[in-house]
């Protein structure tokens, strides 16, 4: 039998995976040295193996069929628009896409006035400025920290991932618009959907059993 491969997205996305994993009859234990470098681990009895990689990349494996399934943000999967099946909304890694910035950049965004926005995500703040504000914006692509742009004035307002909201609170900004809901999201590459079908549609089913439990 070969092996079904899972593109985890590392840290604690890939935790709560696992955890999820385990109760619906997945396991491998070597996953569980969280000391160790390696990338790549196996589980020879149910024949799965199982990477970690870099939430952005999960997409470009999966599209690829280097990896058959993969487990990250829905940001991540809006971002990187790759070909692939979104097959189950896993309900951890909740947070929310939003627009956010100093409180007097909320006028900006009632005028269709041309304004600079600073993400990590130009695709998703693209299209909601686009076409859902039809605003005409200057998208400024950013890798992290994005809380500086209005900071430091490279940008009026950011599109940015918003979980527990303090790190706009220590940098005096606020929620100013939300763009969308984010969670964790399992996604099939479209061969080994087809190819694989009863073992994929065996995880989906078993993992959506312990969801709904
Ligand atoms: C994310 C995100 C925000 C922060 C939001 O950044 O880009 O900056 O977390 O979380 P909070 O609402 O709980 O404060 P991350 O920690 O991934 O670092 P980065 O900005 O360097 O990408």
Redesign the pocket.
Known sequence: MQYLTIALTKGRLASQTMELFERAGYYCEELKDKKSRRLVFTNEEQKLRFFLSKGPDVPTYVEYGAADIGITGADIIMEEQRRCHEVLDLGFGK?RMCVCGPGEARALLQHHEMIRVAS?YPNIARDYFYNRKHQTVDIIKL?????LGPIVELADVIV?????????QANRLQVLEEVCRISARMIVNPVSMQMKTERVREMIDRLRDCLTE
């Open positions: 947070c990590k890798n992290g920290s994005v809380e940015d991932i918003v979980e527990t909201g303090s790190t706009l």
